[in-house]
């Protein structure tokens, strides 16, 4: 156009979010934890780990099946913790993994691993 001025394109398609849905649901994720902490406060290590793995089924099964997502239910704490800290590194891909992790501390982590560790074995036993 004349004089520099540039026109917009009424065709031109919907600017683009910067905020992926997948980042929106992981962060509504680490707020419903920070508020449920906040509610709640930090009780016995088994009821820490039952009101953080309130978050983690959200996505993920807590009765040991598959059903698109993988089963953290049955990990061995090791199997679990290394997970979770390759996902906080950024060494394991998946944004909404590697925000949760990166919310949790690594006593959060710990006491997860030792939740689903146990969970597994209860489910084995019925």
Not at 42 to 66: E, I
């Amino acid at each position: 156009m004349p004089g520099g001025s540039t026109a917009v394109s009424a065709t031109a398609g919907p600017r683009r979010s910067a905020w992926s849905l997948h980042q929106i649901i992981a962060l509504l994720l680490v707020a419903s934890l920070v508020v449920s902490f906040a509610e709640r406060g930090f009780a016995a290590d088994s009821d820490q780990g039952a009101q953080l793995a309130a978050t983690c089924a959200a996505c993920h099964r807590l009765d040991g099946h598959d059903k698109g997502i993988p089963s953290i239910v049955g990990l061995s704490e090791e199997q679990f913790v290394t997970l979770m800290m390759a996902f906080k590194s950024g060494e394991r891909s998946g944004p909404i993994m590697r925000t949760v992790a990166r919310s949790l501390s690594n006593e959060e982590i710990a006491i997860l691993a030792r939740y689903f560790a146990a969970r597994g074995k209860e489910t084995q036993r019925r």
